[in-house]
């Protein structure tokens, strides 16, 4: 996979996190909160694996 489309997947990523949140907190619905959440977690997962890729290819 290109860099490109990975950081284009993890801003994907971060828009959809923010928007499940924004639905969420208006209407009140636990499911887009954690969805939000589990978005979240999917976008910190992709952000520290190329973070931990990058550093062990400059050793």
Request: glycine share 6%; aromatic share 14%.
């Amino acid at each position: 996979m290109s860099k490109t489309t990975k950081y284009l997947l993890i801003s994907a990523l971060f828009c959809l996190a923010f928007v499940c949140y924004y639905v969420g907190s208006v209407i009140g619905a636990i499911a887009f909160i954690a969805l939000g959440f589990l978005l979240e977690v999917a976008l910190w997962i992709g952000i520290l694996k190329t973070s931990k890729k990058h550093m062990s290819n400059r050793s």
